[in-house]
């Protein structure tokens, strides 16, 4: 199955560059991917983001 992500181009002052959270052009690729193929599970990630954090004992 042939998949078509959107291009995403932004400038290096744009809201993304300027954000707390600093992932890899891979990373976001594989996020963008995710979302588009609908794979993303919330709960799953964002616990794992919350232990990851040390924000969940």
């Known amino acids: 199955m042939n998949v078509r992500l ?9 809201y993304w560059m300027g954000s707390s959270l600093k992932i890899s052009d891979f990373e976001q690729v594989s996020l963008l991917t995710d979302f588009y193929q609908n794979t993303w599970f919330f ?3 964002i616990q794992a983001e919350q232990h990851a954090s040390g924000s969940v004992a």
């Open 6 to 14: 959107p291009v995403i181009l932004l400038s290096r002052d744009s």
């Open 43 to 45: 709960a799953t990630n």
